[in-house]
């Protein structure tokens, strides 16, 4: 009897991990739009998130992710753009954030370069607005530190957002870029 006790315990054990992101790293999130006349960026380390699966291998079986960024610490390096894009663009008094929620749909290790290619599938919320996104990203890790990667569009008018005038004849483009870069550490049930 003890014999089938002890199968049952260890059979349900989970090969689960979960990785935060890293609050003292050097995270980053960067949306670069262009206009007829400069490109401009902005930028924001303001990164809340996690990864977490319960397969054998890393992001098999049951898995999420999630990434929030907080809307109004976005820097362009211009104070009155920055309130602009805050007060009239985002409308951040009534959504201050934005966020993704998805699955990895695919992953490949590289074995030579040592790491994952990934594509994760899910939903980007912006503005009010939730649409479904397909997002490809880079995942390394290295001990107990994880690196994510990702470069991918967004189009304004997806999430019910004009794109604003720099000046009365200069519109921003449509197209937004995003580079991220997340750094995560693994979750441990003794840190708490």
Do not use: C
Not at 35 to 55: A, K, Q
Not at 75 to 103: A, C, H, P
């Amino acid at each position: 009897m003890k014999f089938i006790f002890i199968f049952l315990l260890i059979s349900n054990i989970s090969f689960a991990s979960e990785w935060n992101i890293s609050k003292k790293a050097d995270n980053l999130v960067k949306f670069t739009s262009s206009t007829s006349l400069l490109d401009f960026e902005g930028t924001t380390n303001n990164v809340d998130g996690y990864i977490y699966w319960d397969g054998s291998e890393a992001f098999t079986g049951k898995n999420e992710v999630y990434f929030e960024v907080y809307l109004n610490s976005v820097k362009t390096g211009n104070g009155k753009r920055d309130r602009d894009m805050r007060e009239d663009v985002l409308e951040t008094q009534k959504w201050s954030i934005t966020y993704f929620k998805g699955n990895f749909k695919q992953v490949e290790k590289k074995e030579n370069q040592n790491y994952y290619s990934v594509i994760l599938v899910g939903k980007m919320f912006l503005h009010g607005i939730e649409n479904e996104m397909v997002i490809p990203g880079k995942i390394t890790i290295d001990e107990n530190l994880m690196t994510v990667e990702s470069n991918y569009s967004i189009f304004l008018k997806n999430f019910n957002i004009e794109a604003p005038s720099l000046l009365a004849f200069v519109k921003v483009a449509e197209e937004i870029k995003l580079d991220l870069k997340f750094y995560l550490k693994q979750h441990r049930e003794d840190n708490n």
